[in-house]
T-cell receptor
Framework: AQKITQTQPGMFVQEKEAVTLDCTYD???????LFWYKQPSSGEMIFLIY??????QNATEGRYSLNFQKARKSANLVISASQLGDSAMYFC?????????????FGKGTHLIIQP | KAGVTQTPRYLIKTRGQQVTLSCSPI?????VSWYQQTPGQGLQFLFE???????NKGNFPGRFSGRQFSNSRSEMNVSTLELGDSALYLC????????????FGEGSRLTVL
């Protein structure tokens, strides 16, 4: 079973609208972290936001917020007031903090295109 | 503060050759991990180093190896290159192992002909 599922391969959104990118995860660990990265066409993975499994409040970083619903194993990324420069691939990732954890597990990504 | 630096950014090799990629982490970061990104397989974890010791290794053949130096800089090596090794190789650094901030470099794009 996939550990990280991103169900939206591609999205078109009008500039200035809010965007929600879906991410569900699967783990039996109690201690884990959830990450969102943006990857423009240049290839660099840009860190956006992090949520720890024990964090009680949803993480926020500027225009980015993470809608963390632990019982549903959901970690959706919300981008408020989208901009043309937000067009990129977006990846959700998880790290399980048990001993011997194997790095980050990534979803397949969502290709977001912001239209003027 | 300089980010994660990877060299070279682009390279072309032929089957059977070997390649060495370099990663300089953010100053003060002691953990370096490597990932392979391909259109078919997506992003896959290769290995992680912390304080010069390999801590974890992903499901890759022994042709893929790496090391970390005392200044936290890391190299990865791929021997006997195959066409399927063509990929973007990404390096990430963090100050510790179990941390919420993991920063990536721009990657090294390898093409195997």
């Amino acid at each position: 079973a996939q550990k990280i599922t991103q169900t939206q391969p591609g999205m078109f959104v009008q500039e200035k609208e809010a965007v929600t990118l879906d991410c569900t995860y699967d783990t039996s660990d109690q201690s884990y972290g959830l990450f969102w990265y943006k990857q423009p066409s240049s290839g660099e993975m840009i860190f956006l936001i992090y949520q720890g499994s024990y964090d009680e409040q949803n993480a926020t970083e500027g225009r980015y917020s993470l809608n963390f619903q632990k019982a549903r194993k959901s970690a959706n990324l919300v981008i408020s007031a989208s901009q043309l420069g937000d067009s990129a691939m977006y990846f959700c990732a998880m790290r399980e903090f048990r001993g011997g954890a194997d790095g980050l597990t990534f979803g397949k990504g969502t290709h977001l295109i912001i239209q003027p | 503060k300089a980010g994660v630096t990877q060299t070279p950014r682009y390279l072309i090799k032929t089957r059977g050759q070997q390649v060495t990629l370099s990663c300089s982490p953010i100053s003060g970061h002691r953990s370096v991990s490597w990932y392979q990104q391909t259109p078919g397989q997506g992003l896959q974890f290769l290995f992680e180093y912390f304080s010069e010791t390999q801590r974890n290794k992903g499901n890759f053949p022994g042709r893929f190896s790496g090391r970390q130096f005392s200044n936290s800089r890391s190299e990865m090596n791929v021997s006997t290159l195959e066409l399927g090794d063509s990929a973007l190789y990404l390096c990430a650094s963090s100050w510790g192992r179990d941390t919420g901030e993991l920063f990536f470099g721009e990657g090294s794009r390898l093409t195997v002909l």
